[in-house]
């Protein structure tokens, strides 16, 4: 592993210091647990003691608030995200196996200072790239924006009379401010990559967001080499291994498109339940299964499968969505980087 040099770090305004403290909160405890454990700070009591804990341990200057970026920066990319799986291209890729071939080529295209180091940013107004890792077969791209959006609070909606009698109806939203990490990492063994994006407000065009990333990159890495994996055949391989009798995940919903752009879908009546169980619905959906194409597949990935050599690390079901059409996979909740990685593996095989 090449050693990791920090860049000059850039100021934290007090601002930022409280985002990236509302960040680390707004994470599932066990994870700030963690966080705390390896700095050998207490992790007993509630989220606010906890909370506590990370602000008396900055004032006191026992973890930093780059350790804080750092940290989120490594969980965010394994919690509620979009992923576009990639075959790699054709060309020798030997430039980017050799380290110091590879660190000349950035240095020659002005972002030589990322090589193998991490720019602890917070809320950039623009999508920036923080660093640019390299080691063991695997490059790793990765960039970070500051992102505002609103979110209804009809709770806190007022209404008002004014002095003529007319009734005014205020309507309350909550100003949030959040942290986009977009991640590219090629596998430069396998010759496979993938695009993470942070989930984030629903408005969103994941889609906007990747060829924003792409032209920040654009000038030394040429992505239009990598050629996105069709999953829409995951979603038909999935269905068909639950009506065998051996399913790897159980269908919540799946939506089907035929040929000449008509569609079907149907969906279970809980997520504990399969869509598969009622005759005419399942002979419907093999029908047009056979002739037409996946659109999109909303599945919990099953815990105990092991189809091939890669050991299943699921406990519990996984929550995921496959929409066909985008080449875009979907986690809605958080899971651990182990099991993020099985499931888009076993995606990609079943493409």
């Not at 007022?158 to 986009?180: D, F, K, P, V």
């Not at 040929?259 to 169980?277: E, H």
């Amino acid at each position: 592993m090449t050693p990791i040099t920090l860049l000059e770090a850039p100021a934290y305004t007090k601002e930022k210091q409280q985002v990236l403290i509302d960040l680390v909160l707004a994470l599932k405890k066990t994870y700030i647990q963690d966080f705390l454990r390896q700095r050998e700070l207490p992790v007993s009591g509630t989220k606010p003691d906890l909370r506590d804990r990370l602000q008396e341990a900055l004032d006191a200057g026992d973890v930093t608030y780059e350790g804080v970026v750092h940290f989120l920066d490594s969980v965010a990319p394994w919690g509620k995200q979009h992923v576009i799986l990639y075959n790699g291209p054709w060309s020798d890729l030997q430039l980017w196996k050799d380290g110091e071939r590879l660190r000349q080529h950035l240095e020659n295209h002005g972002v030589g200072d990322l090589y193998n180091s991490h720019l602890p940013l917070v809320l950039p107004e623009e999508l920036t790239l923080s660093s640019i890792m390299h080691s063991d077969g695997t490059l790793r791209i990765t960039a970070v924006q500051k992102r505002e959006y609103t979110e209804r609070m009809p709770e806190h909606d007022e209404r008002r009379q004014t002095e003529n009698g007319t009734l005014i109806t205020l309507r309350a939203y909550a100003h949030h401010l959040s942290r986009m990490l977009v991640a590219f990492e090629w596998n430069l063994n396998a010759n496979t990559a993938m695009l993470q994006i942070t989930q984030l407000s629903s408005n969103t065009h994941y889609e906007d967001v990747a060829e924003e990333f792409f032209g920040l990159i654009g000038h030394w890495l040429d992505i239009t080499q990598f050629s996105p994996v069709d999953i829409r055949q995951a979603i038909r391989n999935l269905h068909e291994l639950e009506e065998d009798g051996s399913p790897e995940a159980r269908s919540h919903g799946i939506h089907y498109r035929t040929l000449r752009g008509r569609g079907i879908s149907a969906s279970s009546p809980s997520p504990r339940d399969s869509v598969l169980g009622e005759t005419v619905i399942d002979d419907a959906m093999s029908s047009v299964r056979d002739k037409g194409v996946g659109h999109l597949g909303n599945f919990y990935w099953l815990p105990g499968k092991q189809p091939g050599p890669v050991i299943n690390p699921l406990k519990s079901d996984v929550h995921m969505f496959i929409v066909g059409d985008k080449s875009r996979i979907n986690f809605p909740t958080p899971n651990s980087e182990e099991v993020v990685r099985y499931v888009l593996h076993r995606v990609r095989e079943l493409s």
